[in-house]
């Protein structure tokens, strides 16, 4: 068809452009160009195939010469296609064809890269994800929003991938500031950094090692709310049994009336009981055999044992107060079991405590408690009938359990 055309020049040029071969570019002659030795449309439209295609291997049919253009003019145009192209559409896998360009266009894959991912794109993004997130705890069957949500944790991805390593120091750095930017203890910081480090190995996802550190990180810091809280109560038996030891039990026992059970929640045991179902809901989150449920099952463990540890002393006063009620026993006799049950029981918790975190430091001094723990075992060697009384409290001999 060109051949029948009367400028048969510009129409193989826009053959070749339109069908992307440059095979169309060699028939053009332009004589005009003759005596110069070169022909700029022919070049032309190699350039813009060239272009085109995003293929720089067609810019080597180029001859150049005067008033033409040059193979490396022509490998710097496509080069800037492709860049302009991947930046307007925000795609980093664009800039992946610039890996394959000849040494001297190296720094363009890096020039390329870093005009795509920027350190404000990537929070722009984050903040797009968490708005998706929001939105999908209040809709949780959107799939629109699932897919979305999706989309952009691959993108991420990808863009994580493509990063220079500096450039992904920095961007965890400053995430790992966002989710751990309260934690003020050290031993927390550790707990978290250790097991977050153990994971690290085995996952390469951003999107998957910032979910979990974020998980670690909640975790920890409700095992050490917890921790705190046991500690709390266990603060208050040992200043109550610093009470008992200094004869001043029966203020104990009538600040804790005809209810001990409800005393004591009242005083830490509620607050912590609270943060035990807490604990319990996060768990539920986890299958039973693996490695986050075991590892909070553990600290569960020892602080549920802290709490029913508490409340058996408090059931015990109150099944003393039952006894009473029911005229098993008399005042006199009821206020000396609810000593004994408190000693003993008092010492052989405040002693065998140890916090889950070594930050959790007692109110109470050691050398304080040294003293009040000798005297309590001096007493509590005094009160060995305690299970007869209520087994039998009609026989109820409390001579020989008082120690006061």
């Not at 099952?297 to 029913?308: S, V």
């Not at 008092?346 to 959790?360: D, H, I, M, Q």
Request: net charge negative; charged share 35%.
């Amino acid at each position: 068809m060109c051949t029948l055309m009367p400028d048969s020049d510009h129409c193989y040029q826009f053959t070749a452009v339109q069908s992307g071969s440059p095979s169309a570019c060699e028939k053009i002659k332009w004589t005009k160009f003759k005596d110069t030795g070169s022909n700029p449309p022919r070049d032309k439209c190699y350039l813009q195939v060239a272009i085109n295609k995003w293929d720089y291997n067609i810019c080597s049919n180029i001859k150049g010469g005067p008033m033409s253009y040059t193979k490396d003019g022509c490998i710097g145009d496509v080069w800037q296609k492709i860049l302009d192209t991947a930046v307007a559409s925000d795609d980093p896998n664009g800039c992946k064809s610039l890996q394959k360009f000849p040494k001297t266009f190296e720094s363009k894959y890096t020039d390329c890269i870093g005009a795509i991912i920027t350190p404000e794109k990537i929070k722009a993004s984050d903040t797009k994800m968490n708005d998706i997130i929001d939105q999908l705890k209040k809709n949780p069957d959107d799939t629109d929003l699932k897919k979305e949500l999706a989309k952009l944790k691959a993108d991420k991805q990808t863009k994580y991938e493509m990063m220079s390593e500096p450039q992904r120091a920095a961007y965890f750095s400053e995430k790992r500031k966002e989710i751990m930017g309260d934690i003020e203890d050290d031993d927390v910081a550790s707990a978290i950094s250790k097991e977050y480090t153990k994971y690290r190995w085995s996952e390469s996802n951003i999107n998957n090692l910032l979910d979990k550190l974020g998980e670690i990180t909640t975790k920890q810091k409700m095992i050490k709310q917890i921790d705190e809280e046991a500690n709390e109560l266990t603060d208050n038996i040992k200043e109550q049994l610093e009470w008992i030891v200094g004869d001043k039990q029966d203020e104990i026992i009538g600040a804790m009336g005809e209810n001990a059970k409800e005393w004591i929640e009242k005083n830490g045991g509620d607050k912590l009981k609270w943060s035990l179902k807490e604990m319990e809901w996060a768990m539920g989150k986890y299958e039973k055999w693996s490695e986050m449920y075991e590892s909070m099952k553990g600290k569960y463990d020892k602080l549920k044992w802290a709490y029913d540890e508490v409340m058996g002393v408090y059931n015990r006063v109150d099944e003393v107060n039952k006894m009473l009620a029911e005229g098993k026993i008399d005042a006199g006799k009821a206020k000396v079991l609810k000593w004994a049950v408190l000693l003993d029981k008092w010492l052989e918790y405040a002693t065998s405590y140890v916090p889950v975190f070594g930050s959790t430091i007692s109110t109470v001094s050691k050398e304080t408690f040294g003293t009040v723990i000798e005297l309590a075992k001096k007493r509590a060697e005094r009160s060995t009938a305690i299970e007869k009384c209520f087994d039998d409290p009609a026989n109820c001999d409390t001579d020989k359990i008082s120690g006061y």
